[in-house]
């Protein structure tokens, strides 16, 4: 038990010292962009909602950090498909960081109804979307986030293939106390002994899939920084596999409960059907409120975070010793929201985990009647 909460306080020390670690590059890419430890004035004025945007948005690089004029980041394959010209492959880096065009690209500006997405520029100067299959930002999170899971459920997998009586350590020893958790307390607790097998896989994926790129988001370096639980795409892909799974396993009763609500008084069914249409928008609010709850929480964090950030160049632009004088309340305020986001990481993948048993319980239930008729 010791040797376990000596490796938890190891993992705890890594986690403070890479976000540390982030914090700094940040405040420092902002400093040398905003000359507030110089003796130079600012060149222009500190915008708080340009930074917070381009810390949570998609893009075509992973920026790093900016020294003075200097970007260091990685430029990310561009894969587009023009109706005029056929398909284009290059690297983000022809773009220049979104300074120039390449092949007759861009990356819109921020007057364009199309900011931040690339796209083609007529001769008439109009800008159009192509078809655009790029590995992005947050692509390249979602490859690395498959690839730490692949890495570490197969190293598991080949410790219980030695023998599942040995002793559990390392990865093993962190996370098949998760696993129990999930199967006994979630899934089968929400779905019951006899069926609740079927969906465990699915259930115990999506709820890793959340924690570590929760845990991927709160680390502001390579290969973390990415925020894609926060993107409201991938939690969109993740809640509509869930009313997939709840469409195809709805039971007889589900469905005629659906159209048909039993206890409930006639005249809010007919000549109106209410019931029926409130039901039906039911079925499709299950899963909107999935999408929307995770988007909303780890965004929220995020914005909450480079916030406080904020706050020293604010003061900054004001006065070089309030941006100092600030700076250490701010940074305490970020670590303590680094450390309460690390909770919600955790809470998150849960609650979507149990909400998607839950739907999923409810589209099972049969009524007595019609279980016994089945059996």
Not at 3 to 26: C, D, P, Q, V
Not at 57 to 68: L, T, V
Not at 243 to 260: C, E, P, R, T, W
Not at 301 to 319: K, N
């Amino acid at each position: 038990m010791s040797h376990k909460k000596s490796e938890m306080l190891k993992a705890f020390r890594i986690f403070i010292i890479l976000y540390a670690l982030g914090t700094s590059s940040i405040l420092t890419t902002k400093a040398q962009e905003h000359k507030i430890a110089g003796t130079e004035p600012a060149s222009e004025k500190f915008n708080a909602s340009k930074l917070i945007m381009e810390h949570i948005a998609d893009s075509y690089e992973w920026h790093i950090a900016k020294f003075g004029e200097t970007h260091v980041s990685i430029p990310l394959p561009v894969i587009l498909y023009s109706a005029q010209s056929g398909f284009h492959f290059f690297i983000s880096n022809k773009f220049h960081h979104g300074t120039e065009s390449y092949s007759g690209f861009r990356i819109a500006g921020e007057e364009s109804k199309y900011k931040g997405k690339v796209v083609e520029v007529a001769s008439d100067g109009t800008e159009k979307r192509p078809f655009d299959f790029s590995i992005t930002k947050n692509v390249m999170s979602l490859f690395f986030s498959i690839l730490f899971l692949m890495l570490i459920f197969s190293s598991i997998a080949r410790r219980y293939k030695e023998g599942i009586d040995r002793a559990p350590k390392g990865l093993q020893s962190w996370l098949e106390p998760i696993v129990i958790f999930v199967r006994d307390d979630v899934v089968k607790a929400s779905i019951g002994e006899e069926k609740y097998r079927k969906y465990l896989p699915y259930l115990l994926t999506v709820f890793f899939f959340i924690l570590i790129n929760n845990l991927m988001g709160l680390i502001p370096i390579l290969p973390g920084g990415a925020n894609l639980t926060g993107n409201i795409a991938v939690t969109m892909v993740l809640a509509l596999f869930t009313f997939v799974i709840i469409l195809f396993s709805g039971s007889k009763d589900y469905y005629m409960h659906i159209v048909n609500a039993p206890g409930i008084p006639w005249w809010l069914k007919v000549p109106i059907p209410l019931m029926p249409i409130v039901e039906i928008m039911g079925v499709f609010t299950k899963p909107f409120v999935l999408m929307l709850r995770l988007f909303a929480n780890i965004t929220a964090g995020h914005i909450i975070a480079l916030g406080f950030y904020s706050l020293i160049f604010i003061f900054g632009e004001r006065s070089l010793f309030a941006g100092y004088g600030v700076s250490i309340i701010t940074i305490l305020f970020t670590i303590f929201m680094g450390l309460l986001e690390l909770l919600v990481a955790f809470i998150q993948a849960y609650v979507f985990t149990l909400l998607s048993a839950l739907y999923i319980s409810m589209a099972l239930e049969q009524h007595e009647g019609h279980a016994s008729e089945s059996h």
